[in-house]
């Protein structure tokens, strides 16, 4: 069974700019969360989406938005890039919500300029 | 305030030795424990998750589970240096209707050839 998928995996940006992340989750696996880690704040949740809803949120601004579509792919955006930014953004998938294990995806490295 | 919490290390111990790591955390409700291994540049890797009091073995690894204490351990048998890695310890706490898992934030290990 193939594992999560992100593209890209790689994205430089400036300020002030906007991005978008996508992740494909294992087959089956119908929860797609995502997570901010940072060297100083280590891994944090931003959001948990399960069939095409948000079901839980974590402590980050509006900028920080999420979607996520019928075959489960998600995707996320962050507007106004912002130099704190920079991060690796790591996407999970597991079968139901976080109560079940996750699993993580490679992640896509976003340097903000 | 949700919190969980690592000594970050590094723990150095010799090849063939016993690698002992823990983790704390604040919510007595808490239900799910998961141990990831996260190597330098890539994404969590998934050791082994816990959910009932005592001992939980996998191959060379043990999870150990005390409720009452609120903490929760892993054991490595016969360290590789392979294993070293960072372990990031994962509480899934239960917040109003919903859930999030919270990350502490690692403990690094070193095996010394």
């Known amino acids: 069974k193939a594992g999560v998928t992100q593209t890209p995996r790689y994205l430089i940006k400036t300020r002030g700019q906007q991005v978008t992340l996508s992740c494909s989750p294992i087959s089956g696996h119908r929860s797609v969360s995502w997570y901010q880690q940072t060297p100083g704040q280590g891994l944090q949740f931003l959001f948990e989406y399960f069939s095409e809803t948000q079901r839980n949120k974590g402590n980050f601004p509006g900028r920080f938005s999420g979607r996520q579509f019928s075959n489960s792919r998600s995707e996320m955006n962050v507007s106004t890039l912002e130099l704190g930014d920079s991060a690796l953004y790591l996407c999970?998938?597991?079968?139901?919500?976080?109560?079940?294990?996750?699993?993580f995806g490679p992640g896509t490295r976003l340097l903000v300029l | 305030q949700k919190e969980v919490e690592q000594n970050s290390g590094p723990l150095s111990v010799p090849e063939g030795a016993i690698a002992s790591l823990n983790c704390t955390y604040s919510d007595r409700g808490s239900q799910s424990f998961f141990w990831y291994r996260q190597y330098s540049g890539k994404s969590p890797e998934l050791i082994m998750f816990i959910y009932s009091n005592g001992d939980k073995e996998d191959g060379r690894f043990t999870a150990q589970l005390n409720k009452a204490s609120q903490y929760v351990s892993l054991l490595i048998r016969d360290s590789q240096p392979s294993d070293s890695a960072t372990y990031l310890c994962?509480?899934?706490?239960?917040?109003?209707?919903?859930?999030?898992?919270?990350f502490g934030s690692g403990t690094r290990l070193l095996v010394r050839p």
């Open positions: 994962a509480v899934n706490f239960r917040m109003d209707s919903s859930y999030k898992l919270i």
């Open positions: 999970a998938s597991s079968t139901r919500l976080l109560r079940e294990t996750q699993y």
